[in-house]
């Protein structure tokens, strides 16, 4: 084996150092994640992965952090996976500039796709897991030592006992403060500092005054709060929240764990083959077009090219759907991301980094991740002034209730704080929609725009564009007619014996249906236009004889279908086999799923008229139009929705681009050209049909789960605020309630996350 050097560049980015995030502004670098805006090239996204974050209104603080920098076009964050899309002039601004204005506001960030952001993660993730450890153990304790003081009668322990109980329930109370709840009150403190009320405001005020009244009685027993020692809540409180907010991030993660696996399936590094024939290590980023690389068995290829040497299956279940390994030789074409698993292939480079159909598909995929549909923008519009509406709630009930007391007056303040956050309102449509494109995308299936789910849940029909979308670009025998006294599979094998010798379509169709039979032909002769001649032997009692394939003037053959093509031979006509354009794979089952759907299915293509019409009876769609030019198609569509229908449209080509604007919803096959793709809302990889089906099937799910969101968050506090002021729920159950309600909207998203073939 030829020797191999090392070469290797250091990663994109260190952000947690000025070093690091000067290093970003060389354009090598931001290019690593970010995509242009556009055709121009002027303006560019660029995705980072939001630290810091610990619930969704945080969205419009990050955005109001980075919007007014600049060069800076625009900024979205999805709070349901922290992931935010800048949208900035290169010409204007620099992205070392966006990492002090976050860090002002309180938070960090990764490039999204770093491999330093899913460690990140992960660190989180662990130290939420440790605070919650140890706000467990303490509220054990605690309610330990809290019991006596419920279930002992009166003179049964003396005030110094009860003394030490509060002090070590003081005592162990302080590391859930200043350990376990630190997220809070951070929080509360950059959003007051920040002149924002953030749903961690009124969590950090509630504990506070809990634990403040709690310390006070604790110290003067007979003081203005004696008996209100509140440190079992305050502990019960926190381990609550944070078993929410532990059980939320698992179930979060899903969707950001499916973003950054795919983003991370390119490698750090690549072999390639030096002009000399020895081999060096480079980076991925550092390929490119014109390169050969050598990829073993068992690792990822690095970039789209074609196959010089060597023989190979490959996984490219992750960028197609297509779950079984494609047999892969010279002159065969790989992409970027697919998994070599069996030999050693070398690949000429072709395409590299978001050139590649993998930098396509990570494109797609961050951008539904920073998307945000309008509910969810309307939850965070309201988030803020609603929780304004909170703090005024609670002191007007703490003003209401101190007549009966300071201690009641705080239990029913402090329990309005907590139960009332409105963390479930703001998950529960962007948490439904990121689970349900995260399981299309694992089938297949990108979104491009979250809204779209909405929208493809009301459709009431489905237009398919003939040629690419619902056949493939080949024709296949539909029927076999022979003299009499000649078996079709005789005739069958002598013009494969012939076809196998022509590149026409028909011939190649022929030859397809064959399949490997041992019938030859020599001296054959191709006459343009007409078709072709040779001798073929066979058995069976066929003696080799003289045979002609071709048109029906070619065979002297009597007319026939106009796409027929003939067999005779000296003594004249044997055989006519029509042809017809090959349904694509699984397109009648698709077309049968969206009729028991009832959702009406109709063809328009541009093709013959008679040859759409006898493609849709195959397929059976009732209505079909042939002849249809890109303006009549786009008429077609608008009279659909002036009468009131919702319509999708479903194409690959060049003039399905108006169309595909112009429909409710617009699905594009995944081998389209790039301008179906650019104004689709979804795409589908693979060419698989009965993904349509799937989609929208999977946005009806959406909707439900969402709407079921949306009624739970709003019941919950419909219910929970009236009996917080009412002074019927403690601050230890407010606290239960707030935890369920954001726990309960994740989990229901997070059903979405398995798709159902039903």
């Not at 990050?62 to 919007?67: D, F, G, S, T, V």
């Not at 201690?407 to 329990?415: C, E, I, K, N, R």
């Not at 108006?658 to 650019?678: F, N, Y």
Request: glycine residues 10%.
């Amino acid at each position: 084996m030829p020797p191999v050097t090392l070469s290797v560049a250091l990663p994109a980015g260190l952000p947690h150092t000025e070093a690091g995030t000067t290093l970003l502004d060389e354009r090598q670098e931001w290019q690593a994640f970010s995509r242009p805006v556009g055709t121009d090239g002027t303006d560019w996204e660029s995705y980072l992965a939001i630290e810091g974050m610990h619930c969704p209104a945080c969205s419009l603080a990050i955005e109001q952090a980075l919007n007014g920098l600049p060069g800076v076009r625009g900024v979205s964050v999805n709070g349901a996976t922290a992931i935010a899309r800048i949208t900035w002039s290169p010409q204007d601004g620099r992205p070392s500039q966006w990492w002090p204005a976050l860090r002002k506001a309180g938070y960090g960030a990764i490039p999204a796709g770093d491999q330093l952001a899913a460690l990140s993660r992960h660190a989180a993730g662990r130290l939420l897991l440790w605070r919650w450890l140890v706000a467990g153990f303490c509220m054990m304790q605690v309610m330990m030592y809290a019991t006596p003081a419920y279930v002992a009668g009166p003179g049964e322990m003396t005030p110094d006992v009860a003394a030490l109980l509060r002090w070590a329930s003081c005592l162990l109370t302080l590391p859930v403060l200043l350990f376990s709840c630190q997220p809070f009150f951070a929080a509360a403190w950059r959003d007051l500092r920040a002149g924002r009320v953030g749903m961690d405001v009124p969590v950090a005020l509630g504990v506070a005054i809990a634990f403040g009244a709690s310390v006070a009685s604790t110290i003067d027993p007979q003081g203005v709060f004696a008996g209100e020692a509140w440190y079992d809540s305050v502990t019960m409180f926190v381990f609550f929240l944070l078993s929410g907010r532990l059980l939320e991030q698992r179930l979060r993660g899903r969707t950001a764990g499916a973003l950054e696996a795919l983003a991370r399936r390119l490698p750090q590094t690549a072999v390639r083959v030096k002009p000399d024939g020895t081999l060096e290590s480079v980076a991925v980023r550092h390929l490119a077009a014109g390169d050969q690389v050598e990829v073993r068995a068992g690792e990822i290829i690095p970039a789209d090219g074609k196959v010089l040497t060597g023989r190979s299956r490959v996984d490219e279940a992750l960028l197609t759907g297509e779950s079984t390994p494609l047999a892969r030789a010279a002159g065969d074409p790989v992409v970027a991301g697919s998994h070599n698993l069996t030999g050693t292939l070398r690949v000429a480079v072709e395409r590299v980094g978001a050139a590649t159909r993998h930098g396509e598909i990570v494109a797609l995929m961050e951008r539904a991740a920073a998307d945000k549909p309008k509910l969810a923008q309307l939850a965070d519009r309201i988030a803020s002034p609603f929780l304004v509406f909170v703090l005024v709630s609670a002191a007007g009930a703490a003003l209401w209730w101190w007549p009966q007391g300071p201690g009641q007056a705080l239990s029913v303040a402090v329990a309005v704080l907590i139960v009332t956050c409105p963390c479930a309102l703001s998950l529960a449509t962007p948490a439904a929609s990121l689970a349900a494109a995260g399981a299309l995308a694992r089938r297949g299936v990108l979104v491009r725009r979250l809204e779209a789910l909405e929208a493809a849940a009301s459709l009431d029909t489905v237009v398919f564009d003939k040629t690419g979308t619902l056949t493939v670009d080949r024709m296949s025998v539909q029927a076999i007619h022979t003299r009499p006294g000649t078996a079709q599979g005789d005739a069958l094998r002598f013009a494969a014996a012939l076809a196998r010798h022509s590149l026409h379509p028909a011939s190649r169709a022929i030859a397809a249906m064959a399949g490997s039979v041992g019938w030859t032909a020599s001296g054959v002769e191709e006459h343009p236009g007409a078709g072709v001649t040779g001798l073929v032997a066979g058995d069976s009692g066929w003696q080799p004889r003289r045979l002609r394939l071709g048109s029906a003037a070619f065979c002297r053959a009597a007319g026939g279908a106009a796409t027929a093509v003939h067999l005779a031979d000296d003594a004249g006509w044997i055989a006519s086999f029509e042809l017809d354009e090959t349904l694509r794979p699984g397109a009648m089952q698709a077309i049968g799923t969206l009729q028991r759907m009832r959702l009406d299915v109709e063809v328009l293509s541009g093709d013959h008229d008679a040859a759409v019409q006898r493609l849709a009876l195959r397929a059976g769609i009732p209505r079909a139009a042939g002849g249809s030019t890109p303006a009549g198609k786009l008429a077609r569509v608008e009279s659909l929705q002036a009468a009131g229908r919702r319509v999708a449209m479903v194409g690959d080509g060049m003039n399905d681009g108006p169309v595909l604007a112009r429909a409710d919803v617009s699905i594009a096959m995944g081998e389209g050209v790039p301008v179906a793709q650019a104004r689709s809302d979804f795409i589908v990889l693979g060419g698989r049909l009965d993904a349509v089906p799937l989609l929208l099937r999977q946005a009806r799910r959406a909707r439900r789960v969402m709407r079921q969101n949306l009624g739970w968050a709003a019941g919950y506090n419909a219910v929970c605020v009236p009996l917080a002021l009412a002074g019927a729920m403690p601050p230890w159950l407010a606290g239960l309630g707030m935890a369920l309600s954001s726990l309960g909207v994740v989990a229901n998203a997070a059903r979405l996350s398995v798709l159902r073939e039903d």
